[in-house]
């Protein structure tokens, strides 16, 4: 099975700076089948991109996915006060599914 | 409006059973593939099963393989989660999750529902 490895596993930025996330596979993603979603306290998690860099429906343009085989990253460009979160990768398209540890973006 | 509702979760004995039941809306809910991820306490998020639009492709995650049985009923717009000899590690928030109209990935979630494995 793919396991999918998070890093860092807490960012802790500003308002206004740029974070990057990194999302590492453990074997090659077939069809870069790699999602990204954004999860807040309390609340299911929401689908930022898929395809390892197509942005959902209604995700804002400061987020953006790349990467292929089995580096991706995920990057906000300027952290508004809302995006903090934990962020999770997730490989799909074939069983099993499986997510990364997730990434704790916080305030520095 | 895509709308996933989550219900039967509560509080349960170990080695006991519970149904999940998750009600859809505002989408044709036999065209699209249907999943269980779940999220224990302040952990990530886990895969639990995936089922197929018509129920032909069913699949678990081992830690729930011959113990949870994931169906659907199309004409009721429904998802279900039988989950029986529950374990205290099955203690989580399960949420039922579709995939999206261009692609196969999660897309939408409902809110969840708690279920409590514990004597």
């Known amino acids: 099975d793919i396991v999918l490895t998070q890093s860092p596993g807490t960012l802790s930025l500003s308002p206004g700076e740029r974070a990057t996330l990194s999302c590492r596979a453990s074997?090659?993603?077939?069809?870069?089948?790699l999602a990204w979603y954004q999860q807040k306290p309390g609340q299911a998690p929401r689908l930022l991109i898929y395809?390892?860099?197509s942005r959902a429906t209604g995700i804002p343009d400061r987020f953006s996915g790349s990467g292929s085989g089995t580096d991706f990253t995920l990057t906000i460009s300027r952290l508004e006060p809302e995006d903090f979160a934990v962020y999770y990768c997730?490989?799909?398209?074939?069983?099993?599914?499986?997510f990364g540890p997730g990434t704790k973006v916080d305030i520095k | 409006e895509v709308q996933l509702r989550e219900s039967g979760g509560g509080l349960v004995k170990p080695g006991g059973s519970l149904r999940l039941s998750c009600a859809a809306s505002?989408?044709?809910?036999?065209?699209?593939?249907m999943n269980w991820v779940r999220q224990a306490p302040g952990k990530g998020l886990e895969w639990v099963s995936s089922?197929?639009?018509?129920?032909?492709?069913?699949y678990y995650a081992d830690s729930v393989k011959g113990r949870f049985t994931i169906s659907r009923d199309n004409a009721k717009n429904s998802l279900y989660l039988q989950m029986d000899s529950l374990r205290a590690e099955d203690t989580a928030v399960y949420y039922c999750?579709?995939?999206?109209?261009?692609?196969?990935?999660?897309?939408?979630w409902g809110q969840g529902t708690l279920v409590t494995v514990s004597s």
């Open positions: 999750a579709r995939e999206g109209a261009g692609t196969l990935a999660p897309s939408y």
């Open positions: 505002g989408f044709t809910f036999s065209s699209y593939s």
């Open positions: 089922i197929s639009s018509s129920s032909s492709y069913i």
């Open positions: 074997q090659s993603v077939s069809s870069n089948y």
């Open positions: 395809g390892a860099s």
């Open positions: 997730q490989r799909y398209g074939s069983s099993p599914l499986t």
